[in-house]
T-cell receptor
């Protein structure tokens, strides 16, 4: 298995622009998680899906953030409009079960100028 | 609230042994994960403890005491490639929630 695949690996954009991050989970994993990692706040859970359905989005910072999972093999995290404080590494992870270990993608390093 | 404490940084010598501690105070507990994260890379799974005691996996071992809210990761025969951050994470009764520690940056010196 290729593991969790994220794209792009790096994204540099200007404040106010729309940013879309993409994720392909491991086949057969029913749970998909979006995390954000910064030096100040560490790893934060933004949202997670079970069988393509969003279960908990309480970690989403504000309305500028949205996530979708149209099918079992694809998810997006969108930021519109982006702000400099959104600069971070965004990880997508998937797992077989809620309590199982997460398999992380390589992450997207986002810089908003 | 939920709280997980780990030392921010530790330094050890190649070939030696190091113990990274993690203490937690959480509302409910299901199990405890240890992840390794090299700089600029994703976290990778090391171990998962549910029951009290020591679990050994090659050069790495993980210990859990549920009554004390305490875990440690023991790394033996340290290698330069072990230089990384080590993240402790607790799963709550509700399962899906992983409460993450801030991580311990381990620096290995020759």
């Amino acid at each position: 298995d290729a593991g969790v695949i994220q794209s792009p690996r790096h994204e540099v954009t200007e404040m106010g622009q729309e940013v879309t991050l993409r994720c392909k989970p491991i086949s057969g994993h029913d749970y998909l998680f979006w995390y954000r990692q910064t030096m100040m706040r560490g790893l934060e859970l933004l949202i997670y899906f079970n069988n393509n359905v969003p279960i908990d989005d309480s970690g989403m910072p504000e309305d500028r953030f949205s996530a979708k999972m149209p099918n079992a093999s694809f998810s997006t995290l969108k930021i519109q409009p982006s702000e400099p404080r959104d600069s971070a590494v965004y990880f997508c992870a998937s797992s077989l079960a809620e309590g199982a270990s997460r398999d992380f993608g390589a992450g997207t390093r986002l810089s908003v100028l | 609230g939920q709280n997980i404490d780990q030392p921010t940084e530790m330094t050890a010598t190649e070939g030696a042994i190091v113990q990274i501690n993690c203490t937690y105070q959480t509302s409910g507990f299901n199990g405890l994960f240890w992840y390794q994260q090299h700089a600029g890379e994703a976290p990778t799974f090391l171990s998962y403890n549910v029951l009290d005691g020591l679990e050994e996996k090659g050069r790495f071992s993980s210990f859990l005491s549920r009554s004390k809210g305490y875990s440690y990761l023991l790394l033996k025969e340290l290698q330069m490639k072990d230089s990384a951050s080590y993240l402790c994470a607790v799963t709550l009764d509700s399962n899906y929630q992983l409460i993450w520690g801030a991580g311990t940056k381990l620096i290995i010196k020759p």
